[in-house]
């Protein structure tokens, strides 16, 4: 079923908007739709921050509400107002953080989009949409991609609790019918992520003047998309895709992590001598990489920005916008940075 509903109004309810992807989706969408309304269902977890959509609080077609989207008394309240898509981005997304507890994975990720998924049952939604990750797949060795068909395979609790709410959302299409998509990206990088991802963290430490860790001989692969080509490509899955079908984002763009870190170190100019080899990540997924025939066939996207030129506008963007993540580097981020990689320091590799 094609459809193109760019023309009409459209009331999206867009939950962790004000998460690193969810902002840049919300403002996404309101700038290359004129008439549709965006609700920003978000906890404001850690990462949430309403800094990120400080340019677009004050346009009338933006609102924001605190909640969780675990739970069912909100969620119905905003659904009963009527909404014609949700896009799901609220999800705790951090890997290294799952593996220090998963518990608000289960709850958020699973639970939360169990909940979400209840309620477009008792309302009317012409769109669910399911923003999931290449890490449900698990590991990929020197050769192949995954495809929409790969067998699921998560190997941290982050990317099982995901894996865990793609298979809520293709029951839910087979049992009760709900017109649910389910997109999976690879790894994201741009303006306003938060900086205990790679990208972020290599800038801010090199900023800073500390060590950067880098996990095990930082050989494992990355396959790297500009956030803004995500947030298109979901804009274009919910026109044009089919309910109960599933779609790999990447943008074909794999990198070790040493490549992107020195490659950052170059771009500010900064010394590599502040790489620190540290123990690795317990499961460390080797190598993620993905097929994107269909979102190219079906829907006809595919990516346009270049890697080199784009990490450079992200670096540039963190060592213009000092005061939007040094709050961020606070005392709650230190306590959970010493956690886990003082904990590596000690096992460092050399
Ligand atoms: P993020 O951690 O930056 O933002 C998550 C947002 O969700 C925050 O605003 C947070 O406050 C909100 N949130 C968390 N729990 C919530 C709850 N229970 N109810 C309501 N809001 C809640 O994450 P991100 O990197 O922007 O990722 C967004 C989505 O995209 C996630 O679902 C993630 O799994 C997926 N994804 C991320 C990447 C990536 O590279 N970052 C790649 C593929 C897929
Ligand atoms: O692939 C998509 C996924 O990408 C998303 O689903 C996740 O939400 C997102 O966090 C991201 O997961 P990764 O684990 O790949 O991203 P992260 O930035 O944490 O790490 C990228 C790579 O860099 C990974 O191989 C681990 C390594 N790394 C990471 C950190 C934070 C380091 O070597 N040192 C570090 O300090």
């Known amino acids: 079923m094609?459809?193109?509903?760019?023309?009409?109004?459209?009331?999206?309810?867009?939950?962790?908007?004000?998460?690193?992807?969810?902002?840049?989706?919300?403002?996404?969408?309101?700038?290359?739709?004129?008439?549709?309304?965006?609700?920003?269902?978000?906890?404001?977890?850690?990462?949430g921050n309403l800094a990120n959509l400080k340019d677009v609080e004050q346009d009338p077609r933006y609102s924001f509400i605190e909640g969780d989207i675990a739970d069912g008394d909100i969620v119905g309240r905003l659904m009963a107002r009527g909404v014609d898509v949700v896009v799901n981005f609220a999800a705790e997304s951090h890997v290294d953080r799952s593996i220090e507890d998963p518990s608000p994975f289960i709850d958020?990720?699973?639970?939360?989009t169990q909940v979400l998924l209840e309620s477009v049952r008792k309302h009317h939604v012409t769109r669910f949409v399911q923003?999931?990750?290449?890490?449900?797949?698990?590991?990929?060795?020197?050769?192949?991609?995954?495809?929409?068909?790969?067998?699921?395979?998560?190997?941290s609790p982050y990317a099982a609790s995901k894996a865990a709410a793609d298979l809520l959302c293709r029951s839910y299409f087979h049992t009760y019918g709900l017109p649910v998509m389910v997109t999976r990206c690879s790894n994201n990088y741009g303006p306003h992520q938060y900086p205990e991802k790679l990208i972020p963290l290599v800038v801010t430490n090199a900023m800073e003047?500390?060590?950067?860790?880098?996990?095990?001989?930082?050989?494992n692969v990355r396959d790297w998309i500009f956030v803004e080509e995500?947030?298109?490509?979901?804009?274009?899955?919910?026109?044009?895709g089919r309910p109960g079908e599933t779609y790999n984002i990447g943008a074909d763009c794999e990198r070790a992590n040493i490549e992107i870190v020195y490659a950052i170190l170059d771009i500010m100019g900064k010394p590599r001598s502040l790489v620190q080899f540290v123990s690795d990540r317990p499961g460390?997924?080797?190598?993620?990489?993905?097929?994107?025939?269909?979102?190219?066939?079906?829907?006809?996207?595919?990516?346009?920005?270049?890697?080199n030129a784009?990490?450079?506008?992200?670096?540039?963007?963190?060592?213009?916008?000092?005061?939007?993540?040094?709050?961020?580097?606070?005392?709650?981020?230190?306590?959970?940075?010493?956690?886990?990689?003082?904990?590596?320091?000690?096992q460092k590799t050399g």
């Open 230 to 240: 995500h947030c298109r490509a979901i804009d274009a899955i919910i026109a044009q």
């Open 108 to 112: 958020t990720n699973v639970r939360g």
């Open 310 to 346: 784009h990490l450079e506008r992200t670096v540039r963007w963190y060592m213009d916008n000092e005061e939007w993540w040094r709050p961020l580097k606070s005392v709650d981020y230190y306590e959970y940075y010493e956690r886990t990689y003082g904990r590596r320091r000690c």
């Open 284 to 307: 460390h997924d080797w190598r993620y990489a993905l097929d994107t025939i269909k979102l190219n066939r079906e829907i006809g996207w595919q990516p346009v920005y270049s890697l």
């Open 131 to 155: 923003v999931s990750t290449d890490e449900v797949y698990g590991t990929l060795g020197q050769e192949g991609k995954f495809s929409e068909d790969s067998p699921l395979a998560p190997n």
């Open 209 to 219: 003047g500390k060590p950067i860790p880098v996990y095990g001989k930082g050989l």
């Open 2 to 47: 094609k459809q193109d509903r760019t023309t009409g109004g459209m009331k999206v309810l867009i939950t962790g908007g004000a998460g690193f992807i969810g902002s840049n989706f919300v403002r996404h969408i309101l700038v290359a739709h004129a008439s549709w309304e965006v609700v920003n269902l978000d906890k404001l977890t850690y990462a």
